[in-house]
């Protein structure tokens, strides 16, 4: 299980690996939030185990970071579904996989950007070729936007309720909900499955 990193402002930030939230905190950089029953130890100390970690400055977030776009969190941006054909993962076939594909091709001044890009299942992909949408009538099934960072962080990780509990205060009910499946489960089981063989 990860820490959930807060900003100083309680704005959830990412998912980082234990050892460093721990770093930070034997820094002076962090403070522990919320700990797990478990202990941490080292040579010299004894720390609770950190569950969620708030930095003690704000940081801003540039804007670049948020934009990068790995198929990890294409995937689950589009509810690791093909945009054209709308089959999940666990319904395509033994030589399928999910794809990343362009509504505007590259090779026809396309770019990478979260609006020109979907996931689609390979069938579709190649199927759909060096065309536009229009010109062969594929259109994705929901319009990508470029997402909130976070919400793919927490779309591609496990989130224990204990760290849902600063989702839902900083953003509300509604964005833990359009989360859905992230929340441990039967469906964030899923999701870690799939997670699993493209880290990002
Ligand atoms: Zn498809």
């Known amino acids: 299980m990860r820490c959930l990193a807060l900003n100083a402002s309680f704005e959830p930030l990412t998912m980082v690996p234990v050892r460093r939230a721990l770093r930070l905190v034997i820094e002076g950089k962090a403070e522990i939030v ?17 569950a969620i ?5 704000f940081v801003h977030v540039p804007r670049r970071f948020r934009r990068q776009v790995t198929n990890t969190f294409l995937f689950a941006r589009d509810g690791y579904r093909c945009q054209y054909c709308h089959r999940g993962h666990g319904d395509l076939r033994h030589r399928e996989c999910l794809t990343r594909d362009h509504l505007v091709p590259l090779s ?21 070729g060096n065309h536009l949408p229009v010109e062969c009538g594929m259109h994705p099934w929901a319009v990508p936007r470029e997402p909130h960072f976070v ?8 989130l224990s309720s204990q760290q849902a509990k600063y989702i839902k205060l900083f953003y509300g009910e509604a964005a833990l909900k359009a989360l859905g499946g992230a929340v441990a ?3 964030g089981e899923r999701l870690k499955n799939v997670g699993n063989k493209s880290k990002a």
């Not at 919320?34 to 950190?50: A, F, G, H, Q």
């Not at 970690?53 to 400055?57: A, E, Q």
């Not at 996931?119 to 759909?128: Q, V």
């Open 34 to 50: 919320e700990s797990d029953s478990d202990v941490v130890r080292s040579e010299r100390l004894t720390l609770p185990k950190p």
């Open 53 to 57: 970690i708030r930095l003690v400055k």
């Open 108 to 128: 026809r001044g396309g770019d990478n950007e979260w609006t020109n890009v979907v996931t689609a299942c390979s069938t579709c992909n190649t199927r759909k």
């Open 151 to 158: 919400h793919l962080s927490w779309a591609v990780r496990r």
């Open 185 to 187: 489960g039967t469906e």
